[in-house]
């Protein structure tokens, strides 16, 4: 079984300024690993993924993530941010054998993007 | 190109009753997940079909149930609904082998 900690329940940045938002995971096996974003009563989107390969992966609107398998993290930043990427984050993380439709969530950081 | 469309958007249900959610796949998608979003949390894995089948399960009592239909759309099923099944419930499709799920908007549930 896997399990995701979302340091962070809330994250409030200025306009302009850069954010990271931090995921660590446990896991007997290798995963894979996801992070997504839900704008107020709407459903999720994915931003970004790491299957294989880079170990820096590149997302949707400006959004970057490492993936650090000696920490078990996957933090997730932005160099600058906007009014309009507030919303609820969530890491995500799927064990290899389960394949990616069966994701574990993390509770969620709430960005909160402020003028 | 429609993505994942889920009905109702809300209801409201009171306890020990029962209710159906609907979701039809983005287009090209034969798989189904859903999941349950409780207020302040991470979504949740409640299931997933393929081919018609229940393939993998969460930890969710067998009052959940669900179905897919031959055109893939699926419905999820609640029974002797409880206070806490209160929940967006989120349905998720993806192409079998590949790695994106796409999420519908989800069904916001309210259990009086």
């Known amino acids: 079984a896997q399990s995701v900690t979302q340091l962070d329940s809330q994250v409030p940045v200025f306009e302009e300024a850069p954010v990271e938002l931090r995921c660590n995971y446990s896991?007997?096996?290798?995963?894979?690993l996801f992070w997504y974003v839900q704008y107020p009563n709407q459903g999720l989107q994915l931003l970004l993924k790491?299957?294989?390969?880079?170990?820096l992966v590149k997302g949707i609107n400006g959004f970057e993530a490492e993936f650090n398998k000696s920490q078990t993290s996957f933090h997730l930043r932005k160099p600058s941010v906007h009014i309009s990427d507030t919303a609820e984050y969530f890491c995500?993380?799927?064990?290899?054998?389960?394949?990616?439709?069966?994701?574990?969530f993390g509770k969620g950081t709430m960005l909160l993007v402020s003028p | 190109d429609a993505g994942v469309t889920q009905s109702p958007t809300h209801l409201i249900k009171t306890r020990g009753q029962q209710v159906t959610l609907r979701c039809s796949p983005k287009?090209?998608?034969?798989?189904v997940s859903w999941y349950q979003q409780a207020l302040g949390q991470g979504p949740q894995f409640i299931f997933q079909y393929y081919e018609e089948e229940e393939r993998q399960r969460g930890n969710f009592p067998d009052r959940f149930s669900g179905h897919q239909f031959p055109n893939y759309s699926s419905e999820l099923n609640v029974n002797a609904l409880l206070l806490g099944d209160s929940a967006l419930y989120l349905c998720?499709?993806?192409?079998?082998?590949?790695?994106?799920?796409?999420f519908g908007e989800g069904s916001r549930l309210t259990v009086l």
């Open positions: 998720a499709s993806s192409p079998r082998e590949s790695g994106e799920l796409f």
């Open positions: 896991s007997s096996v290798s995963v894979y």
């Open positions: 790491y299957l294989s390969g880079s170990t």
């Open positions: 287009s090209g998608h034969d798989t």
């Open positions: 995500a993380v799927s064990d290899m054998n389960s394949g990616y439709s069966t994701l574990t």
